[in-house]
């Protein structure tokens, strides 16, 4: 990838919180956000790891993935990767030119049992759900919560302990001018996916909505709990995860999101703020119906706003952009599919609709897969570094 010098008249940090602010920047922010399989092949291919334990680890997990033999599992194989996960998002994201580095939730302390019985991984996670390899992932095949009953009994874990808060201490340590941003979750979509099935939080919502309102404003003060010692341990963002639509549109209706979902969100950035960190939503698939509730709820960055999900980052800017910074603008999604002069172009435009007045975190779209050709992964990277010099500050009309 090619290398270029850039303009670095503020740290991280103040780059990002800047952006936020609608404030002047040396240059715009970048975001890079990797899935552990993905950092595997970078490390392996593109640009080796720094420390030298995770850019060996880096390049035999990927051998062991990709040609898919040698003496383990498939289970094992795939699962190998998963175990960059902070790495990738953290020192290596900075390593590759991110201005943001990330910690997964409970990084230290979210896995319970992890067993492995004839190549079969299974792990129960601190929600008290069973997962199993599924393709790449963990996944949940058997969820903690089965009924309403489990919904008023159920118990939050303890996140008190200060292990869950070590990898930030330890990231600031290391990187004290870079921007962090610690997970969250919202009320609704690791509600209704990782600790119960969608299937049937949906037809709760109309059969046992009192207790699932009650269960939801359990799980926003556990989270705000959370999300304070994150702060406390050196987060400058809480990354609230809650993902609310599908291709086109919203995945429940929106008098339904207005009822369950929007107050508890509401209370998340409420609580972020009087931490004194900033509050940024991930929320996948169609987003243009919720942007004026972000905004009145003083959300300060929504990540990640997804062209293949039919939003509108020109139209949504020049709406909402004097309120509400955007975390977006390159497309690893679509990008897959394009040819490298196609993703390089996609990319640049969407800097120029963001350069015009700032509040522009360029971010990818979503975590970047390892299967983007090889041709496309340097017209990213190498784009991105050409934006970082200020080789492309100059006037643009988008179309």
């Known amino acids: 990838m090619k290398r270029v010098k850039t303009r670095e008249a503020m740290t991280s940090r103040e780059r990002v919180i800047a952006a936020v602010k609608g404030l002047p920047t040396d240059r715009v922010p970048v975001m890079y956000w990797l899935n552990p399989h993905a950092a595997a092949r970078l490390i392996a291919e593109f640009q080796p790891a720094r420390n030298m334990f995770w850019n060996l680890f880096g390049r035999r997990a990927w051998k062991r993935f990709s040609q898919g033999n040698g003496p383990y599992s498939e289970d094992i194989r795939n699962a190998l990767p998963l175990l960059l996960q902070v790495y990738a998002n953290s020192d290596y994201a900075l390593e590759l030119g991110a201005d943001m580095a990330n910690i997964p939730f409970g990084s230290a302390g979210f896995w319970g049992r992890v067993g492995i019985k004839h190549g079969r991984i299974r792990a129960r996670d601190a929600f008290g759900s069973l997962r199993g390899m599924c393709g790449i992932y963990l996944e949940v095949i058997r969820p903690a919560i089965r009924d309403a009953k489990d919904l008023v009994n159920y118990c939050f874990p303890d996140a008190t302990h200060e292990r ?26 690791l509600f209704s996916t990782q600790i119960w099935e969608m ?13 699932v309102k009650e269960f939801q404003r359990r799980f926003a003060d556990w989270m705000i709990d959370i999300a304070r010692r994150s702060v406390k341990a050196g987060a400058d963002i809480i990354f609230i995860y809650d993902d609310y639509g599908y291709t086109g549109r919203p995945l429940i209706s929106m008098d339904m999101w207005k009822e369950f979902t929007y107050p508890h969100l509401k209370r998340q950035i409420e609580a972020v703020h009087d931490a004194g960190a900033i509050a940024m ?30 939003n509108e980052f020109k139209e949504a800017y020049e709406k909402y952009g004097d309120r509400l910074a955007f975390c977006t603008g ?21 800097y120029h609709i963001g350069e015009r007045r700032g509040r522009h975190i360029l971010g990818m779209t979503h975590m970047m897969q390892y299967t983007m050709p090889a041709d496309n992964i340097r017209a990213l990277y190498d ?3 050409e934006i970082q010099a200020g080789e492309h500050d ?5 179309d």
């Open 164 to 189: 869950n808060y070590a990898w930030i201490r330890k990231l600031r340590a290391r990187h004290p001018d870079a921007c962090i941003f610690a997970d969250n979750f919202g009320v609704q979509d």
């Open 199 to 211: 299937s049937r939080f949906m037809v709760a919502l109309y059969d046992y909505p009192d207790e």
């Open 281 to 310: 939503l991930h929320s996948c698939g169609f987003q243009m119906p919720f942007l004026k509730y972000y905004v009145d709820a003083d959300l300060d960055v929504l990540q990640s706003l997804q062209p293949k999900a039919g």
């Open 330 to 350: 390159i497309d690893v999604q679509q990008g897959d599919y394009m040819s490298p002069e196609e993703l390089r172009q996609d990319i640049l435009r969407s």
């Open 383 to 385: 784009t991105v570094r």
């Open 394 to 398: 100059t006037e643009f009309t988008a």
